[in-house]
């Protein structure tokens, strides 16, 4: 079992930066794959960026190039940098952890934290 926890979401202004913190705890967190996504109300969750156990990232094209992810598996985080954000990016922001093992998959989610970009 995974318990992973948010921190960083609030209200910022169109053009500015938030960092998303995730703490994870409970299992490995090494071996897992990480991401954030987001859900918007009346839209369906849609993944932000993702980090994989081996390093290897993927981000939304509605947020690539002004993005970061990282992952720091001595502390058990990730951190997602978000910069020139923009009215849509509003929406709550989801910690997300998974692997597969032996044909079994293991999904774990945190409780959210919300951003919103407004003036």
């Known amino acids: 079992q995974v318990q992973l926890v948010e921190s960083g979401g609030g209200l910022v202004q169109p053009g500015g930066s938030l960092k998303l913190s995730c703490a994870a705890s409970?299992?490995?967190?090494?071996?897992?794959?990480m991401g954030w996504y987001r859900q918007a109300p009346g839209k369906q969750r849609e993944l932000v960026a993702a980090?994989?156990?081996?390093?290897?990232?993927n981000f939304a094209d509605s947020v690539k190039g002004r993005s970061t992810i990282s992952r720091d598996n001595a502390k058990n985080i990730i951190v997602l940098q978000l910069n020139s954000l923009k009215p849509e990016d509003t929406a709550a922001y989801y910690c997300?952890?998974?692997?597969?093992?032996?044909?079994?998959?293991?999904?774990?989610w945190g409780q959210g934290t919300q951003v919103t970009v407004s003036s």
């Open positions: 409970g299992a490995t967190f090494s071996i897992y794959s």
């Open positions: 980090i994989t156990s081996g390093g290897s990232i």
């Open positions: 997300n952890g998974k692997r597969r093992s032996l044909g079994k998959d293991y999904n774990y």
